[in-house]
């Protein structure tokens, strides 16, 4: 059974840094695409970042330059770093991969930017 599983959320000042951690496991199948996606309270799922197999990336306009896509296909892990998180940054967080055609999430993780 694939489970993907996020790590790494928390409560960071405006400024700061996080980088968040998603590990699937249950498959011998390598993911294809990988991404980051996220809910603000009363905001729809949004694409924060993803990346393919051969680690092509594309970013939401609004964390391009601060936020990093990042994956180490031997564990099957994505990552995101997340510098200079700002106040609207805060939303779960949700890990989304997919392997042969289905797509699996995580659970999500919590990021609150808040001074």
């Known amino acids: 059974q694939v489970q993907v599983v996020e790590s790494g959320g928390g409560l960071v000042h405006p400024g700061g840094s996080l980088r968040l951690s998603c590990t699937v496991s249950?498959?011998?199948?390598?993911?294809?695409?990988m991404g980051w996606y996220r809910q603000g309270p009363g905001n729809q799922r949004e694409l924060v970042a993803r990346?393919?197999?051969?680690?092509?990336?594309n970013y939401a306009d609004s964390v391009k330059g601060r936020f990093t896509i990042s994956r180490d296909n031997a564990k099957n892990t994505v990552y995101l770093q997340m510098n200079d998180l700002k106040p609207e940054d805060t939303a779960v967080y949700y890990c989304?991969?997919?392997?042969?055609?289905?797509?699996?999430w995580g659970q999500g993780t919590q990021v609150t930017v808040s001074s």
């Open positions: 989304n991969a997919g392997i042969l055609g289905n797509d699996y």
């Open positions: 249950g498959t011998r199948k390598s993911s294809s695409a």
């Open positions: 990346i393919t197999r051969s680690s092509s990336t």
